[in-house]
């Protein structure tokens, strides 16, 4: 069974209520026809009569919740607890109205935080930042996290490295700058996350463009002193660092550059030193590797939203939201 095969299973075990608030896109319920007669989750779509009429012809969603941001009984809930969530940043009933009825992931997020949803995938026509700052603002962090970061599920095919084939890539999504505390809890989120999608121990490469103070840089001392960091912060996890790639996943090379490390050639769950680097080695391995990218996926949130690639297809629709049930279902 495929990775995703195998979330879709977990997912159906015990069924979490998923909101899919992109009702102005045919994408939203072509997904939503797949998951309900796969049974992967409960659905909301969050959109008006004209909406679902216009964008939803031809596509079965009778078994979906349909929430009508303008008529919604719970309104006045989640206007509420907006007010509540935001008052420090001067927001009134009216302007909180205003944002949930012109950007409908605000309405997901507070369905989520009123206990009426378990998560919320969107971004089939909407920015990665549109998507994930009312996340941030009204979800929040989890307690004892800083930040939210964003990991690619890579799944590449006829691989020797990682396990089977199967890797974390973190953080390629959310984080434009960050320091050495960051980047160790990333690393810690990171591996609880390989382990709670991928059900086998993380090993986790700090990289770098250096391996063991093989070159001398304030962005390779950067990363090192993460490694102390997560080390002294986080016992209990393999990682080991600054590594490059190759030293991380390559055991030849990992007896030559890291003869001692216990990750170096085994790694699976590989934390970047910027975005950049996250980012475009992510892109390299789908593209050139032919790979699965499942994600981003945020770690780190107090609830599960995720995010899609604005070129998706309803599949990955259907296999975010599955990822994001099973990530529902860890958080209880
Ligand atoms: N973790 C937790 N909270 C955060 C984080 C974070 N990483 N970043 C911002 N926040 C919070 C802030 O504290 C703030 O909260 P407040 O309003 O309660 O004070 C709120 O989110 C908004 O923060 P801003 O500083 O105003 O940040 P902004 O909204 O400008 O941007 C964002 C945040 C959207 C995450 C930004 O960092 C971003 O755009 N990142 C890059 C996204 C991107 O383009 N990724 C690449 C493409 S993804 C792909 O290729 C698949």
Redesign the pocket.
Known sequence: MGFIDSIKEQAKKDKKTIVLPESMDKRTYDAAEKILKEGIANIVIIGTPEEIAENGKGYDISGATIVDPFNDPNKQKYVDKFVELRAK?GMTPEAATEQMEKDYMYYACLMCKCGDADGVVSGACHS??NT??PA??LLK?KPGIS???GFFLMEVPNCEFGEKGLFVFAD?????DFDSNKLAEIAALSAESFEAFVGAEAKVAMLSYSTMGSAKHDDVTKVADAVKIAHEKYPNIKLDGELQLDAALVSDVASLKAPNSEVAGHANTLVFPSLEAG?IGYKLVQRLAKANAYG?VLQ?LSMPVN?L?RGCFADDIVGVVAMTAVQAQKMG
């Open positions: 940043k990665t930042g994930i700052r941030l603002q962090t930040s939210v970061s390629c999504a959310v984080n434009t980012n981003p780190g995010d690639s």
